[in-house]
Nanobody
Framework: QVQLVESGGGLVQPGGSLRLSCAAS??????????MGWYRRAPGKQRELVAT???????NYADSVKGRFTISRDNAKATVSLQMNSLNAEDTAVYYC??????????WGQGTQVTVSS
């Protein structure tokens, strides 16, 4: 069973930065095969895609975060990170790490809270 553990959330002022990390365990050497992603759920809203990165390193971002957020992965360490810059109140949400292997598996972390407020 794959487990995903997020870290790095917290309270930040508008315009600030945070870096989220997600550590995967239990992948049994297959981490590099997964498409990894970050999703978020803001209060009163549905969970939405923030960014994904494929096994080949192709990235995809929600329009709302393009140019501000950067997703990256370290297959040797089985981790995926999300660098978030120029944060604003609309970025306040619980951020979830996702590991997806088409037709095979779809795993979620427990989430980490990001609050952007002055």
């Amino acid at each position: 069973q794959v487990q995903l553990v997020e870290s790095g959330g917290g309270l930040v002022q508008p315009g600030g930065s945070l870096r989220l990390s997600c550590a995967a365990s239990g992948t049994r050497g297959t981490f590099s095969l997964y498409t990894m992603g970050w999703y978020r759920r803001a209060p009163g809203k549905q969970r939405e895609l923030v960014a994904t990165i494929t096994r080949g390193g192709t990235t995809n971002y929600a329009d709302s975060v393009k140019g501000r957020f950067t997703i990256s992965r370290d297959n040797a360490k089985a981790t995926v990170s999300l660098q978030m810059n120029s944060l604003n109140a609309e970025d306040t949400a619980v951020y979830y790490c996702n590991a997806f292997l088409p037709g095979t598996a779809n795993y979620w972390g427990q989430g980490t809270q990001v609050t952007v407020s002055s």
